[in-house]
């Protein structure tokens, strides 16, 4: 599947209310977050402050609760500019069992 069917198969989703919530998963730097880049402008073309980018800290093995705790803090407050709040778990398979 190109990046091209893949964004518009996602925003069809998101424009009929069908899901809120997507995995783009694939080999490292093969474009997922180009692809979420332009997912997101689709929405909110220069405000940033509607997308969380969750990211591990360098100097630890795993992504834990510490940085989970951004989502949830955010999760039920309403977007401040755009129609959605965004959040990117940037290297989710460094999510540790309790996060």
């Known amino acids: 599947m190109t990046r091209n069917q893949a964004k518009e198969i996602i925003l069809s989703q998101i424009k009929n209310q069908k899901s809120q919530t997507f995995l783009i998963e694939g080999s ?13 402008q689709n929405f909110n073309s220069t405000n940033t402050q509607d997308v969380f980018w969750i990211d591990k800290d360098p100097e630890k093995s795993s992504l834990g609760l510490t940085e989970i705790a951004i989502i949830k803090h ?26």
Do not use: C, M, W
């Open 28 to 40: 490292y730097k093969v474009g997922q977050l180009a692809l979420v880049r332009e997912i997101i």
């Open 74 to 99: 955010h999760i039920n407050q309403t977007p401040l500019y755009s129609q959605y709040n965004f959040f990117i778990i940037k290297n989710a398979d460094f999510l540790n069992k309790e996060a």
